[in-house]
C-alpha cells in the first residue's frame, strides 16, 4: 500500500485542557483557569490546544472557547459533536481546526468514534460551511478501513484515530491484545495517509503507551490531555508537558 505522508515528520503534541475545567466547574469558582493552563502549556512547547465544548458543558463552557480564541497563538482544536448549535459556534469563532467526535451524554468520556460511514450524506453537508470558513475538519474515528474510506469521502482533511482500546488493554496487562490493536492502528493510519488524509491519535495517552503510538510514522498529531492535566498535579503542568514531549521525540528518533 502506498504511503502519503502528509506532513514533515515531526509529531505535534496537541494538548487538552477540558479537565482544568473539570476541576473548576467542581467548586463553581473560576479557578483553575484553563486559560492559564493553555497559555502555560504553549509556553512548555504544545503545538496546539485542544478543547470540547460538550453539549451539557460539564467541563469547558463557551466562555472558555471564546477566550481561547482571543488569547492562543498556538492553533486551537475545537472539539465538539456533530450539531447544529455547535456548527453555528465553530462558524462564529473559525478556529483552526474543528474535531467531530461522538457525544452520549451518559458517558463519562468520548467512548468510541464517530460513525461517519452511516451519516455519510448529513456529513458531507456538515462539513461543507466549516470548510468554507476555513476550519481544518477532522472526523475522531475507529481503525475500521469504512470509517477512514468514509471520511475522506466527506472531505474531511483529518481523522483522528481512537486508541482508548490499546490503552486499556495495555493497562489492563492484555499485552497481546494490545499489540494487535497497535497493528491494527498502524495499519489504519497508513491506509488513512494513503488517501491523503491527515492522521491524528489521541485518548488514553500517557507517559507509559505514548511511544509505541508516536513511533507511527504516519501520525501528524496526539491529543492528550486527562493524563496530562492529572499528572501536573504531581510536578506541575509545564514539566509534564515536557516530559510527554520528550518521550515523543524520542518515539521518532529526535530525542
Ligand atoms: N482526542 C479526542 C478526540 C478526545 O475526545 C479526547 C478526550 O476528550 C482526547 C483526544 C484526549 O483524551 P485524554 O483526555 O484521554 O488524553
Known amino acids: 500500500m502506498k ?3 502528509t506532513h514533515d515528520g515531526k509529531l505535534r503534541l496537541g494538548v487538552n485542557i477540558d479537565h482544568v475545567a473539570t476541576v473548576r466547574n467542581a467548586r463553581g469558582s473560576a479557578w483553575p483557569d484553563p486559560l492559564r493552563a493553555a497559555l502555560l502549556a504553549e509556553t512548555a512547547g504544545a503545538d496546539g490546544i485542544t478543547a470540547h465544548l460538550r453539549e451539557d458543558r460539564r467541563h469547558i463552557r463557551d466562555a472558555d472557547i471564546e477566550a481561547l480564541m482571543a488569547a492562543l497563538t498556538v492553533p486551537l482544536n475545537f472539539e465538539c459533536a456533530a ?3 455547535m456548527q453555528a459556534i465553530a462558524l462564529r469563532h473559525k478556529p483552526h481546526a474543528v474535531c467531530l467526535v461522538p457525544e ?5 468520556t468520548t467512548e468510541g468514534g464517530l460513525d461517519v460511514a452511516s451519516d455519510q450524506n448529513r456529513l458531507t453537508e456538515y462539513l461543507i ?3 468554507e470558513a476555513g476550519c481544518r475538519v477532522s472526523m475522531f474515528i475507529g481503525h475500521d478501513p469504512h470509517q477512514i474510506e468514509a471520511s475522506a469521502r466527506i472531505g474531511a482533511e483529518i481523522v483522528e484515530l481512537h486508541v482508548g482500546l490499546y490503552s486499556d488493554l495495555l493497562a489492563e496487562g492484555h499485552t497481546e491484545l494490545a499489540q494487535r490493536e497497535l497493528a491494527a492502528l498502524h495499519r489504519s493510519a497508513t491506509f488513512a495517509s494513503s ?3 491527515e492522521v491524528h491519535a489521541g485518548h488514553g495517552l500517557t507517559f507509559d503507551n505514548v ?3 508516536a513511533a507511527i510514522p504516519e ?3 496526539l491529543n492528550i490531555g486527562h493524563f496530562l492535566i492529572g499528572e501536573a498535579i504531581f510536578r506541575g503542568l509545564g514539566p509534564a ?3 510527554m514531549r520528550r518521550r515523543m521525540d524520542l518515539a521518532r528518533g529526535m530525542a
Open 211 to 213: 511511544e509505541a503510538i
Open 241 to 243: 508537558i515536557e516530559e
Open 195 to 197: 488517501l491523503g488524509l
Open 104 to 108: 452520549k451524554r451518559e458517558e463519562r
Open 3 to 5: 504511503t502519503a505522508l
Open 219 to 221: 501520525l501528524a498529531e
Open 83 to 85: 450539531t447544529a448549535e
Open 129 to 131: 460551511s466549516l470548510r
